[in-house]
């Protein structure tokens, strides 16, 4: 039966791809007001195939961006499977720097490998997709599915899923299942699936610092007047010491070493750290000291600067001292380090460097807990067993250095254990320009999910 299915989906890929495309089109940033009907536009869609497929799906409102909630109750046995994925995507600049226009997916032939080149095709409607098509095959050759599915497709995920709690708390007895599937996560290699055990948290802040009321000439006041520029940089040059630690009290509170045998898991997996840094034209790794560059990306916590906006940035020049001047910052968490403890202690830290005539402010954009989860239990196992056949070598277990809320509030909210699965690739230039998805990737991670569906389903 299974070999059925996998013919099915290779018969149909280039029916799967035209779909992916029509999705690619939509252009769901969610992070930018302005593009709040596209969003709705993209859950609209997805929910029309779920429905097309024989699911009992809609499109939930929220306060922010729509949730799209299916279910199938086609499969006469099995365990009760939650799939999650994330249909909004990152903005799409710098602008300039797309080879051929974000929205306007297109096939692109790269050493003979072909991949899929648009905003959102890895990170996650390609991935999404993998699965929607993987219960397309199921249900054209079988009727039914392997096992009871569920989905929820959010549309906030690369803005700080600020509904997802109220959401999964508001139904809790629809949307908890034995087990979630999510798909937003890496392989290990081309060749090589992956299924990710742990994940960072995240911290998001912003701050802005003040001093005149207002912008001066830097003639007339440079020198007697407090620059917020220079008060902001001292203050996020101070972040971190000489050997890249952060320097926020009790940052570290709740970090613990990597046990010994997943470090010799890890050792096992031939990570080339040259070669990582090597895709993105860098060569020296630049954090921790006597940190291994695995350890560094998977379980170290960091500060990261990921803006700062001040002074005059337009054409020509313009002799300002402004009157106050922001940043963004995040802090990637791992162990038990708490997202509001983490969140105070910048604050003070801040607070506590202050010059006189300054004022300082913050908001938050967030926070989530580092994620771990089981090396055992029989999920992973049968998805072991599934990729395994798929890619004809054992899956790598790895950590993943970004950081996907859901798998918390899962666990918190619905006492439900996740279970990582995807098809990303190091080089796939998620949130950059021209991000692309391996046809590899979308292909092999669709008939992934057809033998994971097949296992989990016995
Ligand atoms: N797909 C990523 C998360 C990811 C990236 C996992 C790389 C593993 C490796 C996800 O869509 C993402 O980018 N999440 C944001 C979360 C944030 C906006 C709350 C992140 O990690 O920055
Ligand atoms: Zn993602």
Redesign the pocket.
């Known amino acids: 039966m299974l070999d059925r299915v996998l013919q099915q989906i290779d018969d149909d890929l280039p029916a799967s791809l035209d779909r992916l495309f029509t999705l690619l089109r939509i252009e769901s940033i969610s992070t930018d007001p302005a593009y709040r009907d596209k969003v709705a536009a993209a859950a609209d869609w997805l929910a029309e195939e779920l429905t097309g497929l024989g699911f009992d799906a809609s499109v939930r409102p929220t306060t922010g961006h729509p949730m799209v909630v299916a279910h199938d109750a086609t499969a006469t046995a099995g365990p009760h499977l939650l799939f999650y994925g ?1 249909y909004d995507v ?1 903005p799409v600049d710098p602008l300039s720097e797309w080879a051929t226009p974000p929205f306007d997916p297109r096939i692109e032939t790269v050493d003979g490998a072909k991949r899929i080149v648009a905003r959102g095709a890895s ?2 409607k390609g ?1 999404l997709m993998t699965f929607l098509e993987a219960c397309r095959a199921w249900k054209a050759v079988t009727g039914k599915l392997p096992a009871k599915v569920s989905i929820l497709f959010e549309g906030e ?5 600020p509904s997802l709690v109220p959401f999964l708390r508001a139904n809790v007895d629809e949307l908890r299942a034995d087990v979630a599937l999510v798909c ?3 392989m290990w290699s081309r060749e090589r699936g992956a299924i ?1 055990i742990m ?2 948290g ?1 911290v ?1 802040e912003e701050v802005t610092i003040s001093a005149a009321d207002r912008d001066l000439h830097s003639g007339m006041f440079g020198g007697a007047a407090r620059n917020p520029l220079h008060v902001l940089s001292d203050i996020l040059a101070r972040l971190h010491d000489a050997d890249g630690r952060v320097t926020v009290p009790n940052f570290y509170d709740g970090v613990a070493e990597v046990p010994d045998d997943v470090k010799a898991i890890w050792d096992t997996l031939g990570f080339d750290a040259d070669a990582f840094l090597d895709t993105v034209g860098l060569t020296t790794p630049a954090g921790e000291a006597g940190r291994t560059v695995l350890e560094q990306i998977w379980s170290r916590p960091t500060c990261e600067v990921n803006g700062i906006i001040g002074g005059y940035t337009g054409e020509g020049f313009k002799t300002v001292i402004p009157a106050k001047a922001s940043a963004k910052v ?1 802090f ?1 968490l791992v162990g038990d380090q708490d997202p509001e403890k983490v969140r105070e202690n910048f604050r003070a830290f801040v607070t506590g460097l202050l010059p006189p005539d300054c004022r300082v402010s913050f908001a938050s954009h ?1 926070g ?1 807990g580092a994620t771990r989860l089981p090396f055992d239990g029989p999920f992973l196992a049968g998805a072991r067993a599934a990729l395994t056949d798929e890619w004809g070598i054992e899956p790598a277990l790895v950590g ?6 859901v798998v918390g509030d899962f666990k918190r909210e619905l006492g439900m254990d996740s279970l990582m699965v ?1 098809f ?1 690739l190091d080089d796939d230039r ?2 950059s320009p021209n991000e692309k998805y391996e046809l590899s990737s979308f292909h092999g991670g669709i008939r992934s999910w057809a033998r994971i569906l097949g296992q989990l389903g016995g």
């Open positions: 994330h990152q990170d996650d991935q995920e690369e803005s700080g899923s937003d996560t890496g990710t994940l960072r995240l998001g995040s990637r967030g989530s993943g250095g970004g950081s996907i809320p995807g990303g998620i949130h």
